[in-house]
């Protein structure tokens, strides 16, 4: 070799010594600083062009519009009691979702979270609904729906309505303050998603349906399919019957959908894999169920000791409209066809007692019934899609997308900590060196000779 090859060859070294230096950097014991940071979940993902809108504190036409259809960004104070303005027809009924994101980090107690509720003009109570952090203590997107059903007592005819939303501090009381840790906490995020249901063509029946198969059957076993969640319900990913399979760290919350047709029937369940470690950690894992609309339909929370452990929402029965002259929310809200959205949540308490993961964690989907069609609407529902099904979100529940995979589970693994930073770049090192070597015996093979 001649004064360049030497020159190449020393650099290649230096370079060489100074990727090593970082690996073994990189590759400090768990105690260093650079490895104790948790990694941070993943925000909500808002929906994409969501409306920007701000609450106020009383029931008066200053309050912001809110439009069927349209999404709507807003904030919630730490002592927030604001109100929204609808204008609804008297015919129909109207769903309006609140979904409250709390800054990661935030304290929260079991009864931390939100109440909904939805009010005529004159200050008549519509209904309302409240959803709280649980057992977890973990702070994330809940969700609580207040509507106006056509055909009951109250709230009836077309004109303005008001979406009251409170936040719920740890005494149980909201708007007021106080001492909780929810009063102590800063601004949450809103995302609210307002929706109308058009009356039937004709008169349907009106008590819902006595005998359903309420029996649960065996969990399905097999083969698990990698399937990552999404981070909030416009990104919720698609899953259909079968055993999905991701990894989350404490935390994170994802979302799923799963299409139900009418006649249809969901069971699901949530395996949580061991973890190294002992301890007790309550509400570890909750797994919830919202309705198209993202209406409350069940929840269940598991407590772990680092051993394997499963939870399963209730029997719920086949979507049937009628169901909604029932009584139990779990009957009432399976009302109608479209995507149930499962949302999957690990508590950040995991963290301190079996790390920061990332931990398997199973779903186990099945859809029973025959579907048939729905009822006759006597207009469109609004958004338009909200309470049909397609082929394609069909086929799309079923098959492999975009980041499933055990390409991305190992990637997962490396960027959470399943294997040290330091021993990935060693590994990358490892090829590059071997990749570089490989070259140079071409480049070296293709040289005249003198």
């Not at 309420?214 to 055993?243: C, K």
Request: hydrophobic share 40%; charged share 15%; with cysteine.
């Amino acid at each position: 070799m001649g004064a360049r090859g030497g020159t190449a060859a020393r650099t290649r070294r230096r370079g060489l010594i100074l990727l090593l230096a970082l690996c073994v950097a990189l590759a400090l014991p768990a105690g260093a600083p650079a490895a104790a940071a948790p990694p941070v979940p993943a925000p909500y993902s808002f929906a994409p062009g969501a409306r920007g809108v701000t609450g106020v504190q009383r029931p008066t036409a200053d309050a912001a519009l809110l439009d069927p259809g349209r999404t709507y960004r807003s904030s919630l104070p730490r002592n927030g009691r604001l109100y929204y303005r609808l204008h609804l027809t008297a015919a129909g009924t109207a769903y309006v979702p609140v979904t409250a994101v709390p800054p990661a980090g935030t304290t929260v107690s079991a009864t931390d979270g939100i109440r909904v509720s939805l009010q005529d003009a004159k200050g008549t109570p519509c209904s309302y609904a409240s959803a709280r952090f649980g057992a977890g203590l973990s702070p994330r997107p809940v969700t609580a729906l207040a509507q106006r059903d056509t055909g009951k007592a109250l709230c009836q005819g077309g004109g303005t309505y008001y979406v009251l939303v409170e936040r719920l501090d740890s005494e149980g009381s909201g708007g007021s303050g106080g001492s909780g840790a929810a009063a102590r906490a800063g601004r949450w995020d809103l995302e609210i998603a307002p929706a109308t249901e058009p009356g039937l063509t004709r008169a349907g029946p009106t008590t819902a349906p006595q005998t359903w198969d309420s029996a649960t059957p065996e969990p399905l076993t097999g083969a698990a399919r990698e399937r990552a969640g999404g981070t909030g319900f416009t990104t919720a990913r698609p899953l259909g019957q079968g055993v999905w399979r991701t990894t989350l760290a404490p935390g994170e919350t994802r979302f799923y959908k799963v299409p139900l047709d009418w006649g249809q029937q969901l069971h699901a369940s949530a395996d949580l894999g061991g973890a190294p470690g002992h301890g007790y950690v309550g509400g570890a894992l909750n797994l919830s169920l919202h309705n198209p609309v993202r209406g409350y339909v069940d929840d269940t929370s598991l407590g772990y000791t680092g051993a394997p452990k499963s939870a399963a929402l209730a029997p719920l029965p086949p979507v049937e409209y009628a169901n909604r002259h029932a009584v139990p929310a779990a009957v009432t809200s399976v009302r109608f066809a479209g995507d149930y959205y499962l949302v999957v949540h690990l508590s950040a308490q995991l963290a301190g007692t079996f790390g920061q993961g990332p931990f398997d964690v199973t779903l186990r989907v099945r859809v029973g019934g025959r579907a048939h069609a729905g009822p006759g609407y006597a207009g469109r529902p609004v958004p338009d899609d909200v309470f049909t099904l397609t082929e394609q979100e069909r086929e799309a529940a079923a098959a492999p997308g975009p980041g499933d995979g055990t390409g991305n589970r190992a990637m997962r693994l490396v960027a959470v900590g399943g294997i040290g930073t330091g021993t990935a770049l060693l590994l990358l090192l490892g090829g590059w060196t071997v990749a570089a070597r490989r070259a140079h015996t071409r480049v070296s093979a293709q040289k005249p000779t003198a």
